[in-house]
C-alpha cells in the first residue's frame, strides 16, 4: 500500500473516573494525539456496563491512538502498573497509517 505507515495502535478501557489520569500518562509519555469515547459499554471484569443505565453511575471510556512501536513500547511500560491500580484493559495490535495533511504520531 502506498503512502501508509506501520504503526501500532492503542486501545485502552478505563473507568470514565479515571480518564484523566490516564491522559495523563499518555501526555507524560509524549503521546501527541488520541481519540476518547466515554460512556461505552461492555462486559468484562467489573461485569456488565451499560452507558444507557440510570442506576448504575460507573461509566467505562476507551482511548485510541497509534503511534511507532518503540513509542508503544513505552506507553505499555508506563501503563501495566497502573493498569493494575485503577482496573481496565490495555489491546496493542499492527496498523497502517494513512498520510495525510496533519500527523499526529
Request: charged share 30%.
Amino acid at each position: 500500500m502506498n503512502n501508509t505507515i506501520t504503526m501500532k495502535r492503542i486501545e485502552i478501557v478505563v473507568t470514565e473516573d479515571e480518564l484523566e489520569n490516564l491522559i495523563k500518562l499518555l501526555n507524560s509519555a509524549g503521546v501527541r494525539g488520541y481519540s476518547y469515547l466515554k460512556e461505552v459499554g461492555g462486559l468484562g471484569s467489573r461485569g456488565v456496563r451499560r452507558p444507557d443505565d440510570v442506576i448504575w453511575e460507573e461509566e467505562n471510556a476507551i482511548i485510541i491512538l497509534a503511534c511507532k512501536e518503540d513509542q508503544a513500547e513505552k506507553i505499555v511500560d508506563i501503563l501495566r502498573p497502573k493498569l493494575k491500580q485503577f482496573g481496565g484493559m490495555c489491546l496493542v495490535s499492527d496498523c497502517l497509517w494513512v498520510e495525510g495533511p496533519a500527523v499526529s504520531y
